[in-house]
């Protein structure tokens, strides 16, 4: 059984990136008036209405297996308000958490057929608890309208949303990694964390043999490797997108695990909810420090691939064949 983590802090958790990303946005002009207009756009009681008619609600007698791994994982990370779980019918494989006073949980049941195991439903449902548990809900719930109805939908704002919507994804993607982090913590086990990674990004089995270990080891070769023209399709193919994808997840989560951080909660040396935490400028120097240590370690940063984006591009237009577009995803 997973060690409990008592009166835990999502501080604990959080990524540094993900604080400055979000911290960024919040100074883009207009955000206020971003996030005033969507919420006014979709109500949480409108959203909930929509679950409550096209889905199925999870409880003690209906899909009680499924309510007792959301129990676990509320019980392990101590979370006393246990959120409404929805199952809703579709292939697409998908979970996410939505709302803002009161958020809850919808899963697919595409992600139910995808993960075959208990422990890997349970690592899903943590993931989204622990949005919830960092108070991620207004900004993704804002960013699920936007993502999905598009910038010209929302006028009067029209273009203007634009950078909002850059920034507003850089942040969902690191709020990602946050999230992975709970889970982690939830379940305590990485071969679960690494197996889930590697079922989303490439199926179940089918009788067939795979490989966690193979998967990481793939991980690591698209993070370390690579010429120039290579680390900038990295970023042009990560700009747009709403999740990391999920070998680098899979990456970023075992290097925090092999930190020290992860063991260190475990053993109780956390913040608690209540205690202070720390202020804004330590939150982008802890950013800071963690880019400038994956490019020590080999990984290009942002910055970097840009600043040789203009001879990549000319070797590209002197006949380079653009690599083909790589099917879309799961979206957990």
């Known amino acids: 059984m997973p060690t409990p983590l008592p009166q835990i802090s999502s501080r604990a958790w959080e990524h540094p990136a993900d604080r400055a990303a979000l911290n960024t946005l919040r100074a883009i002009p ?17 959203v909930r209405q929509i679950f409550l008619a096209n889905a199925v609600q999870v409880n003690p007698v209906q899909r009680p297996k499924l309510d007792a791994l959301l129990t676990d994982v509320c019980t392990t990370l101590d979370w006393p308000k246990r959120p409404e779980l929805y199952v809703t019918q579709t292939q697409e494989v998908n979970a996410y958490a939505i709302g803002y006073e009161d958020p809850f949980i919808v899963m697919t049941s595409g992600a139910l057929e995808l993960l075959e195991s208990d422990d890997e439903r349970r690592f899903l449902l ?58 982690l913590l939830a379940l305590q086990d ?4 690494q197996r889930t990674f590697m079922r989303l990004a490439g199926g179940r089995d089918y009788g067939d043999t795979t490989s966690v270990d193979a998967f990481m080891t793939q991980a690591a070769t698209y ?51 209540g205690e202070k935490g720390q202020g804004l400028g330590d939150d982008f120097s802890d950013a800071a420090r963690y880019y400038s240590g994956k490019a020590n370690a080999g990984m290009s940063s942002v910055g970097d691939a840009l ?5 990549a591009f ?9 690599p083909p577009v790589p099917p879309s995803e799961p979206n957990v």
């Open 190 to 193: 990485k071969v679960v964390a």
């Open 223 to 273: 993070e370390t490797t690579g010429d120039t023209w290579d680390k900038i399709l990295k970023v042009f193919n990560t700009a747009f997108r709403e999740h990391p994808f999920h070998t680098v997840r899979a990456a970023e989560l075992e290097r925090w695990r092999t930190s020290g951080e992860y063991d260190a909660i475990i053993a109780g040396a956390y913040t608690r909810r």
């Open 126 to 183: 943590a993931h989204e608890l622990g949005h919830i548990m960092s108070d991620h809900m207004t900004l993704r719930t804002i960013a699920m309208v936007i993502l999905s109805i598009g910038s010209l939908a929302l006028m009067p704002i029209g273009l203007a949303l634009l950078p909002f919507q850059l920034g507003l994804l850089e942040w969902h993607r690191k709020s990602e990694l946050s999230s992975d982090r709970a889970a």
């Open 314 to 322: 000319n070797d590209a237009f002197r006949g380079r064949e653009e």
């Open 30 to 46: 207009g955000f206020d008036e971003i996030v005033r207009q969507v919420a006014t756009f979709l109500t949480e009681r409108r």
């Open 307 to 311: 600043d040789r984006a203009k001879s």
